[in-house]
């Protein structure tokens, strides 16, 4: 590892990354109503991002050999176009380096149109947005293998496990542009991960090739989730759960979420899982193809799930009731300790309005899930209550359209449920005050 401190750069890295160099920085500060370069393409003295406080670009050094098995050097600019930073080892160093560089004020780490293989996870701190472009890849390193505690029929324990890419410890934080490439590797991995942070903004990115929960937020206020797409990571899509599962951060609760316009496909477990999660939204997306619910609030509270597609589930391990495309729960094994008892484990106050649900078992749920199934009296003195669902169309629901298992105060009224084994299904045993009317069922 090296780091350059005159700012200057050899000329054979010059002429590798000098395209790159000028093509990014100038775009971008083009964007943000400034030139960092010349008319000849030079960078100029003291150039910046007004307003960003510091920029830096990570790319790599084309044709520079460095032993470390994939034959690239990667690169840190500054917002002069001076290399601040080089490094031999992995690009988590490089990206490392800026992240550490940018001032308390904040700025902008911007990846070059490049692939970047990481050994490790780089964290970022307060006011700093990590913007990729077209073409930008981050890329796990297997770490080794573990066993999956729920292996689907297509997979063979042990499976390849990695480690995180990018890690957010911070306020004020953005994440865009970037495709996340887990490379085959399925257990204690996320792309993103945010934790205990105010502010995140997760947008445009893609994912794919693994991951055990590809977008994950715990312990974090003030998230925005919007226009990814999530394609077969292997338990969870984009969740405020956290991997692996049973850590410190594991379901530790989030407030102020929007989750809106994304497409996650090919889920083993949920596709959108706000779990122990307050006063959110989770509006246009699309959630195909999962094991369990493909929406699934277990528990959540003061929210609201509208306008989503959610089509074809396929049932992996389900619980008791079966599997829908939305559900709204209490379920034991899904709280820590400071939650359970708490008005925080059941979920209470939701809106589910204009969805729709097609080629699902159960089109919409309600249910009660205790750790112990021979607990039947939590399904009345634990029971999701407050909730509304209207406007929703349900086709081709096996089981039930609309199946409350247990619930309380209730609304189930205008919805359009079309094919279903049964088209509105409630326990009467386990439900009380759910006012129905105007459903249609053909």
Known sequence: MTTDTNGGGTGSQQSGWQATRRSVLSSIGAAAGIGLFSGAGRAQAGAGLAGVGAAYLVTTGAGQSNGNGNGTEYLVLDGSGGV???????????????????????????????????????TMGDNTALIGQQGTRFVVSQTGTAEDPAPSESQSNPLP???????????????????????????????????????????????????????????????????????????????????????????????DVVVAGNRVVGVKFNNIAPYNVANFAVIGNVAVDGGH?????????????VGNVCRDLTEFAPDPG??????????????????????????????????QVDNCPVGILARTVPADADNTDARTAKRPYSFTITGNTVSDASAAGIRLRSGDAGVVATNTVRNAGTAIDIDETYTAGIEQGLNVTR
Not at 86 to 111: C, K, L, R
Not at 293 to 305: E, K, M, R, V, Y
């Open 84 to 122: 601040a930073f080089s490094t031999g080892g992995t690009a988590d160093e490089a990206f490392q380096y800026a992240f550490d560089n940018v001032p308390d004020s904040g700025g902008a780490v911007m990846a070059s149109a490049d692939s970047f293989r990481f050994g490790g996870p780089a």
């Open 293 to 305: 619910s493909l929406i699934a609030c277990s528990p959540a509270q003061h929210g609201t799930i």
């Open 161 to 255: 496990a990695g480690h995180d890419l990018i890690r957010v410890r911070g306020d004020n934080t953005a994440i865009t542009d970037i495709e996340f490439d887990a490379d085959g590797t399925q257990l204690n991995n996320q792309a993103i991960q945010a934790d205990q942070c105010d502010g995140v903004y997760i947008a445009r990115n893609r994912t794919v090739s693994g991951f055990q929960m590809a977008l994950s937020f715990t312990r974090c206020t003030g998230v925005t989730v919007e226009h990814n797409e999530v394609v077969d990571p292997n338990w969870y899509g984009i969740t405020s759960r956290a991997a692996p599962t049973g850590s410190a951060r594991d379901l530790r609760q989030s407030s």
């Open 322 to 355: 079966g599997e829908a495309g939305i559900e709204i729960e209490y379920k034991e094994t899904h709280l820590r300790d400071e939650v359970a008892g708490t008005p925080e484990a059941r979920s209470s106050d939701i809106t589910i309005t204009g969805n």
